[in-house]
């Protein structure tokens, strides 16, 4: 069945220093798509990075960069040089399916890791 | 440019009444999503929509009932309420696209009693 896994509830990182969140998943579909979305305590969901199965580049977003090893199934988020606003929740997102259009597009999410930024 | 707006942003019902949360997008968007946020759990999809008057269960549908009359718009109907469906929803949209991201509103917050 497909599914995301992220098996890090908490993390604590400190401020300046990069951190690594992991995101493992597993389908059967060769065609999907990983996403990685923000949390704040807000509530707000914040889009931050995508990668393509059929990417062989790892996507880079600024700060954030995917750690994308394909044989492993896992795509892990990097943040480099944390700062404050970087505490929040992050998800790891998997979008699977399609057919013959991208309408039946599904996502998968997983149960988030909560990252606290130490000054 | 509002982006994704929901309404309201919170209720508290009691057990067996009903109510609709309104999700409008401005982007233009073809394909929308309701999904649901319980503690520990991620988000969930409850129902989707890949165009004006076409709708699709999604993970979590039983208890929910929607409608996407207006482009722009996708309600999420609880017809009677229980207090299971106590969870913070999140509707989103996105363009097509297989990277598409999906934009989020900002959640509504139900409690039912």
């Known amino acids: 069945a497909q599914k995301i896994t992220q098996t890090q509830p908490g993390m604590f990182v400190q401020e300046k220093e990069a951190v690594t969140l992991d995101c493992t998943y597993d389908t059967s579909d060769q065609s999907y798509g990983l996403f990685w979305y923000k949390q704040p305590s807000s509530g707000e969901m914040i889009f931050l990075i995508y990668q393509g199965s059929y990417d062989e580049q790892n996507a880079t977003e600024g700060r954030y960069s995917l750690n994308f090893q394909k044989a492993r199934k896992s795509a892990n988020l990097v943040i480099s040089a944390s700062q404050l606003g970087d505490s929040a929740m992050y998800f790891c997102a998997m979008r699977e399916g399609g057919g013959l259009t991208s309408g039946t597009y599904k996502y998968i999410f997983g149960t988030g890791t909560r990252l606290k930024v130490l000054a | 440019n509002a982006g994704v707006t929901q309404t309201p942003k919170f209720r508290v019902l009691k057990t067996g009444q009903s109510m609709t949360l309104l999700c409008a997008q401005d982007m233009n968007h073809e394909y929308m999503y309701w999904y649901r946020q319980d503690p520990g759990m991620g988000l969930r999809l409850i129902h989707y929509s890949v165009g004006e008057g076409t709708t699709a269960k999604g993970e979590v549908p039983d208890g929910y009932n929607v409608s996407r009359l207006k482009k722009q718009n996708f309600l999420l109907g609880l017809e009677s309420a229980a207090p299971s469906q106590t969870s913070v929803y999140f509707c989103?949209?996105?363009?097509?696209?297989?990277?598409?991201?999906?934009?989020f509103g900002p959640g509504t917050r139900l409690t039912v009693t």
């Open positions: 989103a949209s996105r363009r097509g696209g297989s990277g598409a991201e999906q934009y």
